[in-house]
């Protein structure tokens, strides 16, 4: 696939797949067999499409740029993830999904970074320059690591961050 700058800009989805993976990496209980594959088929399709995309953002900057060294890196590792055999059982195949739910999480990061976007960490959209914003620091549902980032201001009236 061959995903050019303006179309991976106008790509419906990046900020609904991201909510996507981060809604099932958050989930306490197995979900049904066939909901999982079809996770699965979800973000292997978006991760399949974004790749591209994160890789001419990356290939625009120096050789030696770090950020596009990581995101490379980030490449290799959702590629991986795409060519995994289904796993055995729920669990296995549970597992695999959050694991490609990850390399999704990772490459919208990634592909936000590259192209220099701020998001709201309440809405998920970008905070634009010009725009009104806070910092915001909240705990990691997974491990108790501080996860720093900004909020709209607008965003910080209506309530708790998503995240």
């Known amino acids: 696939m061959n995903t050019t700058q303006d179309e991976t800009d106008a790509m419906p989805g990046i900020v609904s797949m991201r909510a996507a993976a981060t809604w099932f990496l958050d989930q306490r209980t197995l979900p049904r067999h066939e909901s999982a594959k079809k996770y699965h088929r979800d973000l292997a399709a978006f991760v399949e499409h974004l790749i591209p995309a994160v890789e001419q953002l990356a290939a625009a900057l120096p050789k030696d740029d770090v950020p596009a060294q990581v995101a490379m890196a980030g490449v290799g590792e959702a590629r991986r993830r795409l060519h995994e055999p289904e796993a055995a059982g729920l669990l296995g195949e549970v597992e ?5 739910a990850r390399s999704v999480v990772a490459l919208c990061d990634h592909h936000d970074a590259l192209k220099g976007s701020t998001m709201c960490l309440a809405c998920d ?3 634009e320059d010009g725009q009104g914003s806070l910092e915001y620091e909240h705990v990691s549902p997974s491990g108790g690591a501080k996860l720093p980032g900004r909020i709209h201001a607008a965003c910080a009236s209506t309530g708790r961050p998503r995240r």
């Open 96 to 100: 695999r999904v959050k694991r490609l």
């Open 125 to 127: 959209k970008p905070i």
